[in-house]
C-alpha cells in the first residue's frame, strides 16, 4: 500500500514531476493488475434525461439535441453483438429517463445474464433504491453513480439545486446492497483548483470505491457552461495517476473525454495507471446523439470496429486484453498520510 502526504498530492498535481508520478503509477498497476486491461462494451440506450445539470449535452434544457430511445429488441441485440465480440462486461447507460420501467431494466438485466457469460453495470441515475434491488435480484452487479464534485455547493451549483447528501447516500445504499460500485469527478469544472482537485481526491479514496473515474471537463455549446474553460489534459492524468496510486486494487477507467482532446488520450491513460477501457457500442444510428460532451462517440463505426479498436490501442501499447469480467480487487481503501 503506497501512502502520500497533501503536499506531495500537491505537488504532482502542481506538474512538479510527471514522469516520476505517471511511472509510479504505472508500476503500481502492473503490481496488481500485471499487464491486463478490462474491456467494459458501453450500451448507450437513451439520451433523454430529467436533470438540468449545467455542463451536460444531455440536460433536459437543451432543445437542439436529437433525442432517441432504444427499444429493448435492440438493446439486447447491442449488448449480443459486444460478447460475441469478446465483451465480458455490459453497461446500460442513459440520461435519467424514467419512461424505461424498474420491470423492463430488469428483463434486460435477466436476459444479458441468461444469455452471455458477462457481467452487467447499470449507469442510469437517480433511480430509486427499490428499484436497484429488483435489479440486483435481476443480476445486475455494477452501478456508476459519479459525484462530478467532492464540494457539496458546487454540486448543487452544477447540478441545478440538487442534493449531494442525497447522491452519497444513494452511494452507500448500492454498496451496502452488494453492488460493486463506481464513481468519480470532472477534472477541471469551472471554480475548481488545486486544493478542490486535491479534496476531490481524497474524498474518492475514502469512499472505498469498486471503480473511480476521472475525466477532463469539456465545455458542450448548448450548456451553460459553453463559454467556460475547458480542462487540462494533463491534470486529468495526474488525478488518474494518483488515484491508483492511492487506490491499487481500484478499477480505474482511461475515460472517452480523454479522446476528445487527443485522438491517442486513452492510450495515454492506460499507460500512466488507467486498467479499463470502455467502448461504445451504441448502433452507429445513434452513437454521436450521445452527446454529453463534444468529441463523445464523434466517429460512426458498428460495433465490431469500436471493439476492435479498442483491443487494438491496449495491445500497441504491448498490454493484454483481459478475458475476464474484471470483478473489483479491492478489499480496503489504500490511506493517505
Request: aromatic share 8%; glycine share 8%.
Amino acid at each position: 500500500m503506497y501512502t502520500l502526504s497533501e503536499q506531495k498530492i500537491i505537488s504532482y498535481l502542481e506538474g512538479r514531476n510527471d514522469d516520476e508520478l505517471f511511472l509510479l503509477a504505472d508500476q503500481v498497476k502492473e503490481e496488481v493488475f500485471d499487464k491486463e486491461i478490462f474491456l467494459r462494451a458501453i450500451v448507450e440506450f437513451s439520451n433523454v434525461c430529467n436533470k438540468k445539470c449545467l455542463y451536460c449535452g444531455l440536460r433536459a434544457p437543451n432543445s437542439g439535441i436529437n433525442r432517441y430511445r432504444l427499444g429493448m429488441p435492440t438493446i439486447l441485440q447491442a449488448a449480443e453483438a459486444a460478447a460475441l465480440k469478446g465483451a465480458r462486461t455490459i453497461v446500460l447507460q442513459s440520461g435519467d429517463d424514467f419512461s424505461y420501467s424498474k420491470q423492463l431494466i430488469g428483463e434486460l438485466v435477466k436476459e444479458i445474464k441468461n444469455s452471455h457469460d458477462v457481467a452487467v453495470t447499470l449507469s442510469v441515475g437517480d433511480r430509486g433504491i427499490d428499484e436497484y434491488a429488483h435489479w440486483f435480484e435481476c443480476g445486475a452487479d455494477r452501478c456508476l453513480i459519479k459525484i462530478e464534485t467532492s464540494d457539496p455547493e458546487s454540486y448543487q451549483r452544477i447540478r441545478s439545486g440538487e442534493s449531494f447528501n442525497e447522491r452519497l447516500s444513494r452511494i452507500n445504499y448500492l454498496k451496502q446492497m452488494g453492488y460493486e460500485i463506481g464513481s468519480g469527478t470532472i477534472v477541471g469544472l469551472p471554480g475548481s483548483s488545486t486544493q478542490s482537485i486535491l479534496q476531490d481526491i481524497l474524498f474518492l479514496t475514502d469512499l472505498n470505491l469498486h471503480m473511480i473515474a476521472a475525466g477532463p471537463f469539456v465545455p458542450h455549446p448548448d450548456t451553460p457552461f459553453a463559454h467556460e474553460e475547458a480542462g487540462d489534459l494533463m491534470q486529468s492524468y495526474r488525478v488518474t495517476a494518483l488515484l491508483r496510486i492511492l487506490n491499487p486494487q481500484a478499477n480505474i477507467p482511461a475515460t472517452s473525454a480523454l479522446d476528445a482532446f487527443d485522438p491517442c488520450g486513452r492510450a495515454q491513460g492506460l499507460s500512466r495507471g488507467c486498467n479499463v477501457i470502455m467502448p461504445s457500442v451504441t448502433p452507429s444510428a445513434h452513437r454521436a446523439d450521445y452527446n454529453i460532451y463534444p468529441g463523445k462517440n464523434s466517429v460512426a463505426m458498428d460495433v465490431s470496429d469500436s471493439l476492435s479498436q479498442a483491443e487494438e490501442t491496449i495491445r500497441s501499447l504491448n498490454l493484454t486484453l483481459s478475458v475476464s469480467k474484471g470483478f473489483s480487487k479491492r478489499a480496503c481503501c489504500s490511506g493517505y498520510i
